[in-house]
């Protein structure tokens, strides 16, 4: 029952790197800061891990549902709940696919694996340039800018439902409540971890 791919899965995995020098744009006293940079960066596109969903049964254990410790029983499959990662931070799947295992489970209700965490689509980029003093002095200045078209890369979700009892599948840490609005922002099926927005890091040396 625990066959299935591992959790550090990643079946597409696209990195690439570059590096450019800027030509001589100008000739005149502006080329000592136009001309000579150094551009360079890194770009990642890789598929998101494989997760599963577990549960949480207010006073049930393993023992209450297999009749020993190991294995515990798994939650029950409904229907397609999806790839795992969707537009929505609060709705990353169909959490409607879920219901409580039941006693004398075997713990093969679902896979061990069966969703994937959200890609990763990441650019690391950095510009930098030596000026040349007199006498082999020599100043270099460098931004390098983490996550560099800022965008926003989901880390985390929240995969456990927390039922409202054995016999009753209602799912009651939902991210909305039955009118529509939000009250648990890390609700079952939302994200439950962000990755660091665009970051800046400003590197100085002199050398002499």
């Not at 020098?21 to 502006?30: D, H, M």
């Not at 360079?40 to 207010?58: A, K, Q």
């Not at 409904?78 to 795992?84: A, E, I």
């Amino acid at each position: 029952i625990d066959y299935s791919l591992l959790s550090t899965d990643r079946p597409h995995n696209f990195v690439t790197n570059f590096v450019y020098q800027t030509p001589s744009f100008t000739q005149n006293w502006s080329r000592f800061l136009i001309n000579d940079w150094q551009l360079s960066g890194v770009y990642r596109w890789t598929s998101g891990r494989p997760f599963g969903v577990g549960f949480n049964i207010p006073g049930i254990g393993a023992t209450n549902l297999t009749g020993t410790d190991t294995p515990n029983a798994r939650v029950v499959l409904t229907c397609d709940p999806g790839r795992g990662w969707s537009g929505d931070p609060y709705r990353m799947f169909d959490t409607s696919c879920f219901a409580p295992p039941q006693p004398g489970s075997d713990g093969a209700e679902s896979a061990r694996f069966f969703m994937r965490n959200p890609p990763i689509n990441n650019l690391d980029f950095s510009m930098s340039k030596v000026f040349a003093f007199p006498r082999n002095m020599r100043f270099e200045f460098r931004v390098d800018m983490f996550n560099a078209l800022n965008k926003t890369q989901f880390t985390g979700i929240n995969a456990t439902p927390n039922f409202a009892s054995l016999t009753d599948r209602t799912i009651t840490n939902l991210p909305y409540d039955a009118q529509g609005n939000l009250v648990r922002p890390n609700g079952f099926g939302a994200i439950s971890a962000v990755a660091p927005a665009r970051t800046l890091q400003l590197v100085t040396r002199f050398t002499f």
